[in-house]
C-alpha cells in the first residue's frame, strides 16, 4: 500500500513536470516536493527534472507534449526501433545528476509519464534505480535484457483505456489504476486518447494488478497485438486513437490481417465494456 500511495505522489511531480522544468532551482510542486535540477534540450524536446524531498529524491523525465512534433517523432522511432535521441539524452541527464547530488538506489526513484516513463524504465535499469512509470510504452530490448524479470525494479501504472500502454507491454510489475469517469471512456475496448492524460488516471492505491484486472474485465485489451481489428473498429476510431494505432493497423493491412466488419456493439456500462451481440 505504502509503494501505492508514493506513486501518487509521483503522479503530481509528473503531471507538473512540464511546468517545473521552466522554474528555478527551488520552487516547490503542489504536494511539498523542491526542484532541485532540471534540463530541457530544445532540439529534441527532451524535458527532464530531479526533485528532493526529506533527502529522497526522484529523477522525472516528462511525457510526450501533444504540441510537439519531435515529441512524437521520437514516439514514432521508439516504437519502430526500440530507442530514441531522448532516451539517450535521459541517460546523460541521469549521470549529471548522479555525480552532482549522489544519486543512488537508496535514496533516489527513476519516475515518467508516456514517453516519460520508457525513458525512466531506461534510466531505471542502467542505475538499479527503483522505477515508477505512468501510461508508458514498453523499454526496447537494447535496455531491457530479454528472458530477465525486472517485477522488483519497475513498477507500470496504466489507466485501462490509455491505447499507448497497449501498444507494447513494458517490463516489470504491472497495476490497472480505476477510471470511474464515464466522460472519458471510450465505446469501444480500444481505447481513448484521452486516458493517456496523467490528469485522468485514477487512485494509485485503488489499482490492481494486470492479470486480476485481465479476469475480472474480459474485454480489455492489454496488449493491440493480441486483438482482433476489424475495417468497422477501423471506421469508428476517432482521429487521434487511429494515429496512436496507425503503424499496427497498416502492418495488419499489408499482411491482409484486417477482419470483416461486425454488427456487434460496444457499450459502457458502469465503467465496463460489454459486447451486444446482433
Not at 18 to 33: D, E, L, Q, R
Amino acid at each position: 500500500m505504502k509503494k501505492h500511495a508514493m506513486a501518487n505522489e509521483y503522479k503530481i511531480l509528473c503531471s507538473e513536470a512540464n511546468s517545473m522544468v521552466k522554474m528555478k532551482n527551488g520552487a516547490k510542486t503542489s504536494n511539498g516536493w523542491t526542484k532541485v535540477d532540471g534540463e530541457h534540450d530544445s532540439r529534441s524536446n527532451f524535458k527532464g527534472v530531479l526533485y528532493e524531498k526529506g533527502g529522497q529524491y526522484a529523477l522525472c523525465f516528462v511525457g510526450t507534449d501533444r504540441f510537439s512534433a519531435k515529441d512524437w517523432g521520437a514516439n514514432a522511432k521508439m516504437a519502430l526501433t526500440g530507442e530514441s535521441r531522448q532516451i539517450k539524452l535521459a541517460q546523460k541527464f541521469a549521470d549529471k545528476m548522479q555525480k552532482e547530488y549522489g544519486l543512488n538506489s537508496k535514496n533516489t526513484e527513476s519516475i515518467g509519464h508516456s514517453e516519460g516513463g520508457t525513458e525512466a524504465t531506461a534510466v531505471g535499469i542502467q542505475y538499479g534505480l527503483q522505477t515508477t512509470t505512468f501510461n508508458a510504452f514498453g523499454v526496447g530490448k537494447k535496455y531491457a535484457e530479454p528472458g530477465k524479470n525486472y517485477d522488483n525494479l519497475i513498477t507500470n501504472y496504466r489507466d485501462p483505456h490509455d491505447p499507448v500502454s497497449k501498444l507494447k507491454e513494458n517490463v516489470g510489475t504491472t497495476y490497472i489504476t480505476p477510471n470511474l469517469q464515464n466522460e472519458f471512456m471510450s465505446t469501444t475496448p480500444f481505447g481513448s486518447v484521452k486516458a493517456h492524460r496523467i490528469d485522468n488516471m485514477g487512485d494509485c492505491t485503488q489499482s490492481l494488478p494486470v492479470d486480476y484486472y485481465k479476469k475480472s474485465h474480459p474485454f480489455f485489451i492489454n496488449k493491440i497485438s493480441d486483438a482482433d481489428i476489424s475495417r468497422q473498429d477501423i471506421a469508428n476510431m476517432e482521429s487521434g486513437l487511429f494515429k496512436v494505432y496507425e503503424k499496427e493497423i497498416d502492418k495488419r493491412m499489408t499482411n491482409n490481417k484486417i477482419g470483416n466488419s461486425s454488427e456487434d456493439k460496444w457499450v459502457t456500462i458502469n465503467g465496463n465494456h460489454v459486447l451486444i451481440k446482433d
